[in-house]
């Protein structure tokens, strides 16, 4: 291993390591704009400048290009490489636009950090500045060109790493443009960590465009509830308005990116029609009525013949709590499950995988094969498509296999796979690192039986966020699917928690009471509803796809947001302790309130 000397730290790295890694390894700062832990080096910003006093290689060099070798002796503070930052830094400057005070990325932008860090405050160019003409990419993402410091970011994010085609870098020289050959949509599904990955203001957030500086946020570390993988994400919110979505590092599950309908889920949390009030045969009631109305519509049913029924939007703390709902409503059926099918799946996936067998996004990444079985990714996990494009791009074949898995979403990334009708037809046992992929959505549980019995590890997709861990407690106490408990003409009344049942699947079932944040035909049918908070309304836990649980935190308080009051006129001019909209609670909470009044 490596081992070097540092501004008079030795430091000892792996070999390959970079000089600007081995810095940040002893947290010393190294300004760069071009290179990315995601994307590696690429020598284009040219503000990584350290000098070697002594070593094998001497003189002014790129850290962020330069392997670590033994015996170096690297000095950050040498006037020689200050003078050359300072330098880079005013050159990068010269054409941008000192328009900070109304660019969104204002207090959050590399740029305005290192010309601050490097001394630059006087602009000595008096010429006429480069300008371009900036391009409509769609409704979530603004493009500002003029900001661009040629970092090459974007073009080797959205080409490279994620294999979309219709964006990438265009011209020569001064003229270097990065955009599409016309407007329109960005066509990539991970086309929003344009926003994220840009050091500067090029591409912003449009969705929260002049709605707050970065200190005004409320921020806090949050799971994306979109499908079962995990991500981890950083919802911003101001006024109870959820603004914006980004991507939280984490190398175990997501790395640094999250996908588009991660990035852009906010619109139901602050949907106008989010019911907010709890409400008893459709009118306006108080807390204390509405679980009284609750617990007098139960008591009004035989014992056994009221289904509790949840889904995976459920987090853990409240879906703990139903087999001791069921208990208190007389043995009432539990169904964590809606479908039968899904139900089964979903519990053989859970109850048969083990930590060991359990695949990560990181393990997908670094797969020399996998195999995608009756699933499509694009729609139930995208961020396992731009985990199995890594894996391609170091070699990794891929196949598809079956009618369910359609070549299209490897087309999406710009992967080459192999189409087969049949699992067996795939050479899982040739390879060491091979994964497997499937939906407990299209799966049969005998199906996926057969599967896991292969030699390989398994990333298994579940029906939304907790769908790992819904199908874990499922298994620990005596369940069965909504599907089966309505054929077996037992069910008299339904209670629903954060779940929409299908009018065909429930009949002429009543809906004796339904908890919810989102408006759903499931709510509009219930004879009590009691609002609940949204996940960024609450604390919580998830279990993702691999079952690796994974807490939120509250990001805001629950209520109508201040913009939506304004929209439709003045704020009310009524004083109050009271947030206007603020009664959701977590549906935990909600569900000991019921069991105390049972």
Not at 47 to 53: S, T
Not at 338 to 365: F, K
Not at 441 to 450: G, L, Q, Y
Request: glycine letters at 8%.
């Amino acid at each position: 291993m490596p081992k070097l000397i540092i501004d008079d730290i030795t430091v000892e790295v792996a070999e390959g390591v970079t000089v600007l890694e081995a810095a940040q390894s002893v947290d010393i700062p190294i300004p760069h704009f071009c290179w990315h832990p995601a994307l590696g080096k690429a020598g284009a910003c040219r503000v990584c400048a350290v000098k070697l006093l002594d070593g094998p290689i001497k003189g002014i060099q790129m850290s962020c290009m330069l392997p670590a070798q033994d015996g170096m002796v690297v000095s950050t503070v040498d006037p020689e490489a200050v003078a050359m930052r300072q330098q880079v830094i005013e050159w990068l400057m010269i054409n941008h636009p000192h328009d900070c005070p109304v660019c969104d990325e204002g207090g959050q932008c590399q740029l305005q950090d290192y010309t601050i860090a490097c001394g630059h405050g006087l602009r000595r160019y008096d010429g006429k500045k480069r300008t371009h003409l900036n391009q409509d990419l769609g409704p979530n993402i603004e493009h500002e060109m003029n900001r661009c410091i040629q970092c090459y970011r974007c073009a080797r994010f959205y080409q490279e790493f994620a294999g979309g085609t219709d964006f990438g870098v265009m011209g020569s020289a001064s003229r270097v443009y990065f955009g599409r050959f016309e407007d329109g949509e960005l066509q990539s599904p991970f086309s929003g960590n344009l926003v994220d990955i840009c050091p500067t203001g090029v591409f912003t957030d449009k969705t929260a465009r002049f709605r707050a500086r970065y200190w005004d946020f409320d921020m806090a570390p949050s799971i994306c509830p979109e499908c079962s993988l995990g991500c981890n994400t950083t919802p911003v919110a101001r006024y109870r308005e959820l603004l914006k979505i980004s991507a939280r590092h984490n190398d175990a599950v997501n790395g640094w990116f999250i996908c588009d309908r991660g990035r852009f889920a906010d619109k139901k949390v602050n949907s106008f029609d989010r019911p907010r009030v709890p409400l008893v045969n459709g009118s306006s009631s108080g807390w204390g009525d509405a679980v009284d109305a609750v617990a007098k519509k139960a008591a009004e049913f035989a014992p056994g013949s009221i289904a509790v029924v949840a889904s995976s939007r459920l987090a853990n703390e409240g879906a703990a709590l139903l087999p001791d709902l069921a208990r208190a409503l007389s043995g009432a059926k539990l169904c964590f499950f809606s479908n039968e099918v899904i139900c089964r799946a979903s519990i053989t996936a859970a109850s048969q995988i083990t930590p060991h067998m359990a695949a990560s996004l990181d393990d997908v990444a670094s797969a020399d094969c996998i195999v995608i079985y009756e699933c499509d990714l694009r729609q139930e996990a995208p961020m396992m498509l731009l985990a199995v494009r890594q894996a391609w791009r170091k070699g990794a074949p891929v196949f598809l296999v079956g009618k369910g898995a359609p070549l299209e979403q490897a087309a999406a990334v710009s992967v080459e796979a192999v189409d087969l009708d049949i699992i067996v037809e795939a050479p899982i046992g040739i390879f060491d690192r091979p994964v497997i992929i499937f939906s407990t959505m299209r799966s049969s549980a005998a199906e996926i039986k057969n599967l896991m019995a292969a030699e390989a590890k398994f990333a298994p997709l579940f029906d939304g966020p907790n769908g790992m861990g819904m199908a874990k407690l499922a298994a620990a106490n005596s369940t069965i699917s909504l599907e089966s408990a309505v054929k077996s003409g037992l069910i008299k009344g339904i209670i629903t928690i954060e779940c929409v049942i299908a009018d065909e699947l429930r009949g002429e079932i009543p809906i004796i009471a339904a908890l919810d944040w989102q408006m759903n035909s499931s709510v509009k049918n219930a004879g009590v509803f009691l609002p609940t908070t949204a996940w960024v309304e609450m604390n919580g836990t998830f279990v993702n796809n691999e079952g690796r649980a994974q807490q939120f935190k509250k990001v805001m308080a629950p209520g109508i947001p201040v913009s939506a009051t304004l929209e439709s006129g003045h704020p009310p001019r009524i004083h109050s302790l009271d947030v206007p909209g603020g009664e959701p609670k977590p549906a935990w909470e909600v569900i000991t309130e019921i069991m105390k009044r049972l």
